[in-house]
């Protein structure tokens, strides 16, 4: 059958016994009498306040004990033994991911006499060796999250920022200094990285790099938020059960039925007669551009069969009117009546000036357009006690999604995505788990370029152009994508289908002996992603404006209807050992065997790289290596007797198993076009190639950490760790590697790149006491590489040798601060503020003489001559920020010559945002209750905005053209977030209703 897991993945489930899922937990702790020495054989029963499922084991002969494969939760923790009183501790909470430890002092006396413990653990990790950061279900129901997606919570861990995302690097954030794709989700234990992106490109399979995410670039599409229960973002120094990503490791966790039928019914809206003026419309008077939103969602759990079987059902619904305003330069309506028949066209999908006009070519043009979209996310989860020993789980989940997108032509963007995770969890004895988790999931894409205004969709509007340079095809219904110098991309036509399957099998297994905790497993994932052309597709690269008009050394590529399907197998083999050497010292050291064999393609009849030296189509993209060995290893030590401190050190190799090279042959190209030509060298054609180094490997990376953690008193947190970051063999893009000639240039995959990164992260936690809960995070951070995307290309030949390339990476961001609270003082009579506040340093930015350069957009070049004594900065009330870059203080330097001035030397807007919730609770019955609620995004209306544009030929150099959300995103999986839900834009105030029952 089609879809059915090959047999290796079953034999690879029996072969190994089967590490406890990432999503599970585990209690330990210690058993001691008044005069501190251990009591062996104590009994300990560990019950769910919400299922009533419980699990019963005894101490060892040190009084220690352990309860492993628990879900996240309330706990209710009892301890007996005869001669001592019984001790009952409730509310004992267990978190994602992250071990618990309590300890207890029993007192002499009958075990018939019971005491009840009513503290509760300060949250105080004292085995854990990463730098981590937990999320419960509080926050994420009483924080303002604009968009009601993870991507605002993933800030509160330090060293996280959000990053813009384009088309070439369609990851939203980093973390301590690693690219955008290199972050690991899961949920329920199973991959999450299954995503396909549309929207500008043929195609664009992203293989496992990329987490799965909908049409307008929500990451709803992983798990909508009311089905959360929680999630752990771990940054530096995991542990050996994780793996296959050296960026963050985000856990999440569902949520799942109780004894107790319980459930709630959610409404949020937006308007934009309750949202203020982008400035970009302010500034030449022009009103609020259209902004509708309307968020619902309803969610029921229960039990079937009380203390054994429950379910969990949740449907959320988003409508959305999003608005966009920015500022272009477009060619003018003069230019448009003289060109030639096969340009007018193409200049057509670009909108008509309306502001001022640079010269007789371009105008400047400011646009504000509202574009529907809607996604639908529906999930079940169904949980069954079998025994007191094997618990069964399983949760399905569909979302699709559409979005439109775009000015004068516009994208409708069609994902819908399945997928299935089914788990068995076994503890034969009380030191003893088994668990073995299988997931299924398939993501498919559709979009197609057309004219906003549908009179212009009639007959074929790219005739000439077929006529032109495709006079033997029919190629009216081609896709066709135009890059040009100074005025942008458009792009007109039908992208292909994409299609992504996953299959992934986790087994697991966690044992016991004496002050020693094992772990060991394996995780298997088979992605298969696809791509089927609608017809074929065409692409022309113009150098300027004035090259298209001309018709002059322009690069075109084209290339026939294309159906290709590839094969990635990602294996890994993993042992730990957690050691436990006294009572305040933990040790734990693993190692982690990553097998990533070079994928496989199938429907390809020929070379898909045009005969480039180190690549035939039989040739694998890497050589198979046996040899990638990932240690780690840490150490938790607790001083003195009172245990509210910890200090960690942690080391770990890490390599990036899920390599975005794995899909080029799917899409052909890093560009999406596998050969360019170009007539510039007349009258000899000059040939534009892609291929991959002989020598290609995984990159890997090297972290570690050295952190302290206290605790004051029961509410307080205080933590503050160094991290560092190494990374070696990165994935790099290289033109000139190979010498080459002028007729045939060549552009390599390499892994010429590194990367380097420390940071100071402090983090502050306070538990609701007082009326206050807060979680403040702070980075002191520098992040240098010399290339910061999988996607990027650089120029390596003599023009930039000696020049630096080495320099602060693209999303380097020397300060971050984000603080979250929630305050609920008694004068207020139940009025809650929850709000949450961030403030960063600019990204850096390059300048570079022009877009083009050879016919290809360089990350590194051309650079300019920086001059000495001219300010770099300009104040001007007239732009945006107030302020802009100085074209006097730069020298062009052409197309051949790399200036003095180095690679992101200059640092570009930073920004500040105060978002804040407030909402009261009315009591309608014993059972029911609802909240009115009212939230505004960017409160103080604060003007953020986007960087100003890098090109020196630009006629708008140095200004900026949009706020920062759209900087951030424009709205769909190839392009970040939308707008309307980054940080960054107007002010915007929501409103909510939520009924609990």
């Known amino acids: 059958m089609r879809h059915c897991p090959p047999p290796a993945l079953f034999a690879f489930c029996f072969v190994l016994a089967p590490l406890t899922a990432q999503t599970l937990t585990h209690l330990s702790g210690q058993i001691t009498d008044p005069s501190s020495a251990a009591v062996p054989g104590a009994i300990v029963s560990v019950s769910s306040e919400d299922t009533g499922f419980r699990r019963v084991t005894m101490t060892h002969s040190d009084g220690t004990y352990l309860v492993a494969a628990l879900q996240p939760g ?16 409730f509310g004992v909470k267990l978190d994602v991911a992250l071990a618990a430890r309590v300890d207890f002092n ?24 990463s730098v981590s950061t937990l999320i419960g279900r ?12 993870i991507l605002s919570l993933l800030e509160l861990a330090p060293g996280t920022v959000v990053t813009p995302a384009t088309r070439g690097e369609a990851g939203q954030f980093t973390t301590n200094g690693q690219r955008p794709n290199t972050h690991g989700f899961s949920v329920d234990g199973v991959s999450a990285n299954s995503s396909v992106i549309g929207g500008g490109l043929p195609a664009q399979t992203t293989g496992g790099t990329l987490p799965s995410m909908t049409a307008i670039g929500g990451m709803a599409g992983i798990i909508a938020l009311d089905s959360l229960n929680e999630f752990v973002v771990q940054t530096s120094s995991t542990g050996s059960e994780f793996g296959r990503y050296p960026g963050a490791q985000v856990s999440l966790s569902s949520r799942s039925g109780s004894n107790e039928y319980r459930g709630a019914l959610t409404e949020f809206f937006r308007h934009e007669k309750l949202a203020a003026n982008d400035w970009f419309m302010n500034k030449p008077g022009e009103g609020r551009t259209p902004l509708r939103v309307n968020d619902f969602s309803g969610a029921l759990g229960g039990p079937l069969l009380r203390d054994r079987t429950f379910f969990f059902l949740n449907y959320e619904g988003l409508r959305l009117l999003q608005p966009t305003s920015w500022m272009q330069a477009v060619p003018t309506a003069q230019l448009r009546g003289k060109v030639q028949n096969w340009v007018r066209p193409v200049l057509e999908l670009f909108p008509l000036p309306n502001g001022r006009n640079f010269d007789q070519n371009i105008g400047e043009w400011t646009g504000r357009i509202s574009r529907p979209a809607h996604s639908d996310n529906g999930s079940a989860r169904l949980d069954h006690a079998l025994t007191q020993k094997i ?7 569909e979302a699709p999604s559409s979005s439109r997108f775009g000015s004068s032509q516009i994208s409708d963007l069609d994902i819908d995505s399945r997928t299935i995770t089914w788990a068995a969890n076994f503890r034969p004895r009380p030191d ?12 498919e894409a559709h979009s197609v370029w057309r004219p906003a205004d549908p009179t212009d969709s009639a007959g074929c509007t790219m005739n000439a152009v077929a006529s032109t340079f495709l006079p033997t095809k029919s190629a009216c219904n081609y896709l066709y994508r135009f890059s040009i110098a100074g005025v942008g991309q458009t792009v007109s036509g039908a992208e292909s289908v994409q299609r992504q399957g996953q299959w992934q099998i986790v087994p697991s297994a966690y044992l016991i002996r004496g002050a020693h905790q094992f772990r060991f ?19 022309i690269i113009a150098e300027s404006l004035e090259d298209l008009v001309e018709s002059r050394n322009l690069w075109t590529a084209s290339s ?11 294996s890994s083999l993993f042992f730990q050992d957690t050691w436990r050497i006294h009572r305040t010292l933990t040790f734990t050291a693993g190692v982690r065997w ?3 064999p070079a994928p496989t393609t199938k429907d390809l009849t020929e070379n898909p790289f045009g005969g480039t030296p180190s690549t035939s189509p039989s040739s694998a993209i890497w050589p198979m290596r046996y040899t990638n060995i990932a240690p780690r290893a840490g150490l938790a030590w607790r001083p003195g007797h009172a245990g509210q401190m910890v200090i960690r050190a942690a080391y770990g190799s890490y390599y990036d198993s899920s390599l975005s090279l794995a899909t080029d042959l799917v899409n052909g190209g890093p560009l999406n076009m596998e050969q360019f030509t170009s007539g510039s060298s007349a009258p000899f054609t000059t040939i534009l190639q892609y291929g991959f180094d002989n020598n290609v490997r995984l990159p890997r990376v090297q972290q570690g950490n050295l952190s302290v953690e206290r605790a004051f008193g029961l509410n307080n947190l205080l933590s503050a760790s160094y991290v560092f970051a190494k990374g070696q063999w990165l994935v790099r893009r290289e033109y000139g590697t190979l010498g080459g000639n002028e007729l045939i240039r060549t552009v390599l995959s390499t892994n010429h790149a590194s990367s380097d990164y420390r940071a100071l992260l402090v983090q502050y936690r306070r538990r609701m006491a007082r009326a206050l809960q807060a979680h403040v995070s702070y980075s002191w951070a520098h992040s240098i590489d010399d290339s910061s995307s999988d996607a990027a290309l650089f120029l390596v030949n003599a023009a930039t040798v000696g020049s630096s390339n080495r320099g602060s990476s693209d999303f380097d961001v020397r300060h971050s601060f984000t603080a979250a609270f929630t305050f609920a003082p008694r004068v207020m009579r139940g009025v809650t503020l929850d709000g949450i506040y961030r403030a960063r340093s600019g990204f850096p930015i390059t300048v570079v003489n022009q877009e083009y350069a050879m016919g290809l957009s360089f990350s590194n070049a051309f650079r300019p001559n920086l001059l000495p004594g001219v300010p770099v900065w300009l104040n001007d009330p007239t732009a945006a920020g107030g302020r802009r870059l100085n074209a006097a203080a730069f020298q062009t330097t052409g197309t051949t010559k790399q200036g003095n001035l180095g690679r992101n030397a200059i640092t570009g807007f930073g920004m500040s945002q105060m978002d804040l919730a407030v909402r009261r609770d009315f009591r309608l019955s014993r059972r029911q209750t609802l909240e009115m609620r009212a939230e505004a995004f960017n409160l103080l209306n604060h003007p953020n905005f986007g960087d100003p544009v890098r090109t020196l030929a630009s006629p708008l150099f140095g200004q900026s053209t949009s706020m920062l959300n759209l900087m951030l995103g424009t709205g769909s999986p190839g392009s970040g977030l939308a707008p309307v839900f980054q940080s960054g834009g107007s002010r915007s105030v929501q409103l909510v209703l939520r009924l609990r029952f």
């Not at 994932?525 to 017809?535: A, E, K, W």
């Open 74 to 89: 309330l706990y209710k923790v009892m301890v007996r033994k005869d001669g001592f009183r019984t001790l009952v501790r």
């Open 106 to 129: 029993l007192q002499i006396g009958s075990m018939q006499e019971t005491i009840t413990v009513e503290d509760t653990p300060s949250g105080l990790s004292r085995e854990e060796t």
């Open 138 to 149: 509080q926050p994420i129901e009483n924080l303002p999250l604009n968009g009601r997606g």
């Open 391 to 397: 618990t069964l789980f399983a949760r399905f989940q």
């Open 432 to 443: 003893a788990v088994f668990d073995l988790r299988m997931n299924f999931a398939r993501i």
């Open 521 to 539: 497993g394996g995780d298997l994932r088979r992605l298969d992603p696809s791509r089927r052309d609608v017809d074929g597709s065409f692409s």
């Open 560 to 570: 026939t209807q294309q159906s290709r399907a590839g094969r990635l197998l990602e």
């Open 594 to 596: 990553e097998l990533a």
